[in-house]
Every structure is written in C-alpha cells, then in structure tokens.
C-alpha cells in the first residue's frame, strides 16, 4: 500500500505558473507550498546542500495571507541574497488575538545556499506570488489543499 503524505501538482495556467499542494498537517502543506515554489526556482533540489540556515517569523491576517508572507519571505531571501533552499521546517503556525483583532503566526527554518550557477540547474524567476486563486482548505480525506500560483 502507498501512502501519500504530501503531493505537489503542476497544474496548466495562462499566465505565470499554478501549482497545488495536498498535505497532513497544515505546517506540512507550507512546508511543501515553498518547495513547490523553488523546484520553479531550481528544478533540481537533491543539487541545494543545507549550508546556510534561516530563521523566519511570518504573519497574516489570516491563513492565505499567512502563506503568501512565508513565501514571500523566502523569495525576498532568494532575491536579496541569492540563497536558494530546499529543505524547510515550519515548526508552529499558531492563532493570536491582541486588541479584538486576530492574526496567525508562523515560525520556520529554511536551509540552502548561495546559487551557483555552475552547480545548480536554473529554472524560473519567480517575481512574485499572488492571491489568485489562493484559498487553503480542508479536503473530503481530512487533508490541506491550496493552489497557488507565481508570478514569473
């Protein structure tokens, strides 16, 4: 028997590029919402060594707006620095009330290194990611769904 865990789906779009992420655990489905994302970025991530390890905070008003900021801060990292990753840890996504007004928070691990041409397969750039079609859901199996798609 086959258990799948997590999967990653690319999924034809007109514009830039759409994918879908089907995951367990709603850290999971971040998890793999930024593999997704860097497979565009270098197809090949068995290539990326963990040398180079980031800590990140991310906030939303809510769960899309909260995925949309974690990806965003990995792309500003991909963009700024020239890291490129391929192992993430999401190890909290949690509720906070302050004021009556609710936000989620996130707490992560990246690892990767600088991109290097000569080592590592080139894909897309990802400009940016958008709110298009971007809605997390539970499945009728119990599991996280979202599409997403990038800018590219």
Do not use: C
């Not at 086959?2 to 998890?31: C, G, K």
């Not at 270098?42 to 800590?55: C, N």
């Not at 958008?130 to 800018?151: F, N, P």
């Amino acid at each position: 028997m086959v258990i799948i865990l997590a999967r990653i789906v690319d999924q034809e779009h007109t514009a830039d590029v759409m994918y879908i992420v089907e995951a367990r655990t709603l850290e999971e489905l971040f998890e793999y919402a930024a593999i997704g994302m860097f497979k565009y970025i270098s197809p090949d991530l068995s290539r990326i060594s963990p040398r180079v390890g980031a800590e990140i905070t991310s906030a939303g008003i809510d769960l899309e707006n909260l995925l949309y900021r974690w990806l965003e801060d990995l792309l500003i990292l991909h963009d700024t620095q020239g890291l490129i990753f391929s192992r993430f840890v999401v190890r909290s996504i949690y509720r906070v009330e302050e004021g009556g007004e609710q936000s989620y928070i996130l707490k992560g691990f990246a690892a990767g290194e600088r991109f290097d041409p000569r080592k590592h397969v080139p894909g897309v750039v990802v400009k940016a990611i958008t709110y298009s079609q971007m809605s997390i859901e539970r499945t009728a199996e119990g599991l996280w769904r979202v599409s997403i798609v990038l800018d590219i």
